[in-house]
């Protein structure tokens, strides 16, 4: 099946600062999302991002689908931010990557 | 509108008991996943939907997990007997289908229901 590989595993920023989540993918894919998932477990939509760039506040995304990967980018980071941030792709159902787990700091 | 409805949010049973997880999608979404997220990992997909069709079952352990969606919208998942490494967050997912137009074939996802095998 598709291989998913997510970069960094993990990431420590102080507020205010400003970061870059990667996402690998391992064969063409028709759709892409990015996910937060909170402390208590929900998995919110950040982007739907199959190519292109697109951004939302703070947080903009950009995927290049010949290349095989996607960009998450977080400015000025704020502690709401702290989480676990899942890239996926479609096959079907979705396949996760493991996640980056984000932690801001005060 | 209302999110994707899961319940119940927390179950601990007993190892080799029987247990039952439910899911509401958002209304009008055609298509319904269930996922399997063990502690640390990605959620990985169960099961498929397409109204009350099955479109891709391929990693439903079938010997011990069911699952159904009789009248295309409500969603059930059973684990019959359960094991301990059952033990995770089972998350269930709606779109909707029948279009290319882009956003359209977002998955939004429940709270999840944490389940404990002891």
């Known amino acids: 099946g598709i291989q998913v590989e997510q970069s960094p595993p993990d990431l420590i920023l102080q507020e205010g600062a400003n970061s870059t989540l990667r996402c690998n993918f391992s064969d063409s894919v028709n759709n892409l999302q990015w996910f937060h998932q909170n402390p208590w477990g929900q998995l919110i939509n950040l982007f739907y991002i199959p190519s292109g760039t697109k951004q939302n506040g703070r947080l903009s995304a950009t995927t290049v689908a010949t290349e095989r990967y996607s960009l998450l980018y977080i400015s000025s980071s704020q502690t709401t931010d702290s989480g676990v941030y899942f890239c996926a792709v479609e096959l079907g159902g979705l396949s996760f990557g493991a996640g980056t787990t984000v932690t801001v700091r005060a | 509108e209302a999110g994707v409805a899961q319940s119940p949010r927390y179950k601990i049973i007993e190892k080799r008991q029987s247990v039952a997880f439910w899911c509401n999608p958002i209304?009008?979404?055609?298509?319904l996943y269930w996922y399997q997220q063990i502690l640390g990992q990605g959620p990985k997909l169960l099961i498929q939907?397409?109204?009350?069709?099955?479109?891709?079952d391929s990693q439903l352990p079938k010997d011990r997990f069911s699952a159904e969606r009789l009248k295309g919208v409500d969603s059930t998942l059973k684990i019959q007997p359960a094991k301990l490494e059952d033990s995770a967050v089972y998350l269930c997912?709606?779109?909707?289908?029948?279009?290319?137009?882009?956003?359209?074939?977002?998955?939004?996802f429940g709270p999840g229901t944490r389940l404990l095998v002891l």
């Open positions: 997912a709606s779109t909707l289908r029948g279009s290319e137009l882009a956003g359209l074939k977002t998955q939004y």
């Open positions: 939907f397409q109204n009350n069709g099955v479109v891709d």
């Open positions: 209304s009008g979404h055609a298509t």
